[in-house]
């Protein structure tokens, strides 16, 4: 709350009840409050009652948007989901009695691992069978690219190179052409005993999977015919389904019930401690009496008239506002943040423990008339000399209003430093 002394940069100087823009409600109030010497509980209090208000607001936004498990499509008043949960129960038990009335082919359990089985051997077998399908593919590909090197090959490279050669080398390149073609012999004859031993193997696979494929159509044929296996799973997945909604529709009503009971709860808090606040301000109203005549005095000694400090005690809590007459220029505006700050300064002034000071950039005079600022400056030195507290305000030396001061005023008999452009004219080593 120093920041209402000592106000911390060109936002600071926007509104009196604000040290920043757009500074919470909350702050406002407990600061100001305390500052003037009312309740600032009671501020606090109403801030509380707020924030639970929002918190059951968003709550119940939050219960209605997480809805979509519910099937049921009922998302609105008390009333309504109390007489969705009626219809469900009713359709809860129908579907218990569907089950209870179920019977069961009395295989059932024998049938199902046969099946279970059976497609577990159907994949195993497929997947064998594609393996023997891929390598079939290659050893195939592995033929077709097979090709025997030539004798003609080598010596056509040799002489277009102008080489000649003996007949020695001729027929030694003859001996190793029939290695070679005896070689791709072999491999051909392999790889032609590899792919058909592949054929029949995939060949038995393929009717493996047909056999099996039949064995487990037929007693899937048996399961549906009784209705064991698709309507009986049919019949708990509804049944589980409506027991799901009911559960999430209990949980739902609950927590609107919750909701309702605490915003009821919580207007009645609202109320008393609107009450409790006026009795509150009532009681301290010496205290914002003397607010309200010194801020009052300190808007007369700069316009000849009286300006208006007002505070209301409303359902949102303590509410402040000052007026000054011709209160459409920005030069007003700040006048009515130097009249609050000074009312504040004159109050703390005589309470313990204090800071004694009030400070202000030039700012706080931007689009002032001269006449008001040297009215506010000889207002705030009689004001800490009379009250003891200390008054600083940073100027340029062009804003300084020095034909407008009283003749019994000495202005310069204020000044304890001043900064300039030449060397040791500066504050802490700093250059301005």
């Not at 089985?117 to 077709?144: A, D, G, K, M, V």
């Amino acid at each position: 709350m120093i920041s209402y002394f000592i106000r911390p940069g060109k936002d600071a100087f926007s509104t009196p009840f604000e040290y920043f823009r757009k500074q919470p409600e909350w702050q406002k109030q407990v600061f100001n409050t305390f500052l003037i010497g009312l309740s600032w509980e009671d501020a606090s209090d109403f801030q509380k009652i707020k924030e639970e208000g929002k918190l059951l607001d968003n709550l119940k936004k939050l219960k209605k948007s997480s809805q979509s498990g519910i099937s049921i499509g009922i998302l609105g008043s008390l009333g309504e989901l109390e007489a969705a949960r009626v219809r469900i129960e009713q359709q809860l038990q129908r579907r218990q009695e569907d089950l209870s009335n179920f019977r069961v082919h009395p295989q059932y359990d024998e049938l199902q691992r046969d099946v279970d089985s059976l497609t577990s051997e159907i994949h195993e077998i497929t997947n064998e069978s594609l393996f023997n399908r891929q390598l079939l593919t290659f050893y195939q590909s592995s033929i077709e690219q097979e090709s025997e090197p030539h004798q003609d090959d080598v010596s056509r490279l040799y002489g277009s190179a102008g080489v000649e050669l003996p007949g020695l080398v001729i027929r030694r390149l003859e001996e190793v052409e029939a290695f070679h073609h005896q070689i791709i012999e072999n491999r051909r004859g392999f790889l032609l005993t590899e792919i058909q031993h592949l054929q029949r193997e995939i060949a038995d696979l393929e009717h493996l999977i047909q056999r099996k494929t039949e064995q487990r159509a037929e007693r899937l044929e048996v399961l549906q015919a009784h209705g064991a296996l698709e309507e009986y799973t049919r019949l708990q997945e509804l049944y589980l389904e409506s027991r799901s909604n009911l559960n999430d529709l209990n949980k739902r009503i609950d927590e609107l019930r919750r909701v309702e009971e605490g915003k009821s709860a919580l207007r009645i808090d609202k109320e008393l401690l609107q009450q409790r606040a006026r009795r509150d301000y009532e009681e301290r109203y010496t205290q914002a009496e003397r607010a309200i005549a010194l801020f009052n005095s300190n808007s007369q000694a700069l316009y000849d008239a009286p300006g208006t400090f007002a505070i209301n005690v409303g359902p949102s809590g303590f509410q402040f506002n000052v007026e000054i007459e011709r209160d459409r220029s920005e030069g007003i505006g700040k006048m009515k943040i130097f009249c609050y700050d000074l009312m504040l300064a004159q109050l703390w002034s005589q309470r313990e423990p204090s800071s004694h000071i009030l400070i202000h950039d030039s700012t706080i005079f931007d689009g002032v008339d001269e006449r008001q600022v040297g009215l506010a400056l000889e207002l705030a030195a009689r004001e800490s000399e009379r009250l003891g507290f200390k008054y600083v305000c940073t100027l340029n030396s062009d804003m300084v209003p020095s034909t407008e001061f009283s003749s019994d005023f000495d202005f310069d008999s204020f000044v304890r430093l001043r900064l300039t452009d030449d060397e040791g004219g500066n504050l802490l080593g700093i250059d301005f």
